[in-house]
């Protein structure tokens, strides 16, 4: 007879099955998700293992051939891996202590050695779909689809936004799922303490907030970007002058980045002196690192030098690098790198950066303008002390 052990609290096994199904990178087996369940909560009889999966299949699992278990999904919830294994690969770039890559972020994690990456300073595809291969064709074609192309103002062309609103339930999933697993991949190259900052839309953070957490990252909450977009204000379509004096949407005037950490070991102290994180970098001795941070929309000059519809000035992440590095020590990972803007910042404030960009127009677009920004003094600032 199968001994149950010690008594737990309700729910602890339920629990530990959804987790270690959700973490497992392949279907498994009945006696698989018992052993690794019971590593968790202490000796759990396989019988009751047995009878949850069979109760709650197909709602919450689903049963392969051979008896193996995976968390139930539609299946166009699949991961996007948007970078076909066909297409060619350019060369690496380098340029100063930055290393760009022609890679896709997931797999390129799969083979990146344990604790070597120090903070992530990132600004990804905020809903996913905007930066797949079809979306990206109607941008560059400036035929629209999931892009809105704002029209002139003040003398020069604004440039697209996309249109989260438009995003299905199932690509919001997707999203999560997406993140979620980003977040489990990037953990294990994460040393103890390492930040990361995380670009986001105030339609969308709770959800890559949510998948981050989930993930096992600690959050230790949300930086400000104070800037003013040309995202929401509108009156209803087609009814300008029925409603002249409602907005469908209030007028975007800040982006969030989320700030997560790894958990560090022991305490700050302990952490920052093995392995020099763990704690954010002051921009002086008498003034903290702020979560607020006051940013202008990123200049004509810089645009010229990288257009890249999602472009941050480097003023501002200048700013968001530096305070990545407690000590100014280590390597900053960006592994949605576009056209190169954040691996600039890291050069400049004198870092050593890697970036990955799998989309190839944007790798050949990042590896002209890294040198160029990174040399780039914003209009009415000094630059960064290191």
């Known amino acids: 007879m199968e ?3 010690a008594r737990r609290a309700p729910g602890q096994v339920r629990d530990a099955i959804l987790k270690v199904l959700d973490e497992a ?9 018992c052993d690794r369940v019971s590593a ?13 999966l069979s109760l709650n299949t197909p709602r919450l699992f689903a049963r392969e051939s051979r008896g193996l278990y995976r968390p139930s999904a539609p299946t166009n919830l699949s991961l996007p891996l948007p970078l ?10 380098h340029f100063g202590r930055t290393s760009l890559f022609h890679a896709e972020a997931l797999r390129w994690l799969d083979r990146r050695p344990a604790r070597s990456i120090h903070a992530v300073v990132t600004d990804p595809p905020y809903g996913l779909h905007e930066y797949s291969p079809v979306q990206q064709r109607k941008l560059r074609e400036r035929r629209g689809g999931v ?37 489990r991949k990037l953990r294990p190259r994460l040393v103890p303490g390492a930040h990361v900052f995380v670009a986001s839309s105030p ?19 949300e930086i400000i970007r104070l800037t003013t977009t040309m995202r929401g204000g509108d009156r209803p379509k087609a009814a300008h002058a029925e409603f002249p004096e409602v907005s469908v949407m209030p007028r975007s005037n800040w982006e ?17 002196r093995r392995w020099k994180t763990g704690a954010l970098r002051r921009p002086s001795k008498d003034k903290p690192f702020g979560d607020v941070i006051p940013s202008a929309p990123t200049r004509r000059a810089e645009r010229a030098v990288a ?28 592994p949605f790198a576009g056209s190169g803007s954040t691996l600039a910042a890291a050069e400049a404030v004198g870092y050593s950066s890697i970036g990955l960009e799998n989309d190839s127009e944007y790798f050949d677009l990042a590896c002209g303008a890294i040198p160029k920004l990174a040399r780039y003094t914003p209009s009415g600032t000094a630059r960064p002390p290191r």
């Not at 968790?40 to 949850?52: A, K």
């Not at 076909?84 to 770039?93: G, I, K, T, V, Y």
């Not at 339609?203 to 909450?221: D, H, T």
């Not at 969030?256 to 920052?272: A, C, K, S, T, Y």
């Open 3 to 5: 001994k149950t052990g």
């Open 40 to 52: 968790v909560t202490g000796p759990v009889p396989r019988s009751s293992i047995q009878s949850y």
């Open 147 to 183: 892009w809105r192309m704002p029209p002139s103002f003040d003398g020069h062309r604004r440039s697209p936004l996309p249109r989260f609103t438009t995003l299905t339930p199932d690509q919001l999933a997707q999203l999560e799922r997406f993140f979620h697993e980003w977040g």
């Open 256 to 272: 969030p980045w989320l700030l997560f950490r790894e958990p560090i070991e022991g305490r700050v102290q302990d952490n920052l």
């Open 307 to 334: 257009s890249h519809p999602s472009l941050k000035p480097q003023a501002f992440l200048r700013q968001i690098v530096r305070a990545a590095l407690p000590l100014g020590e280590g390597v900053v990972l960006d």
């Open 84 to 93: 076909a294994p066909q297409e060619p690969l350019r060369p690496p770039f």
């Open 25 to 33: 990178t392949a279907p498994l087996s009945v006696m698989e998700i």
């Open 203 to 221: 339609l969308l953070s709770f959800i890559v907030a949510g998948a981050l957490a989930r993930a096992g990252l600690e959050r230790r909450g």
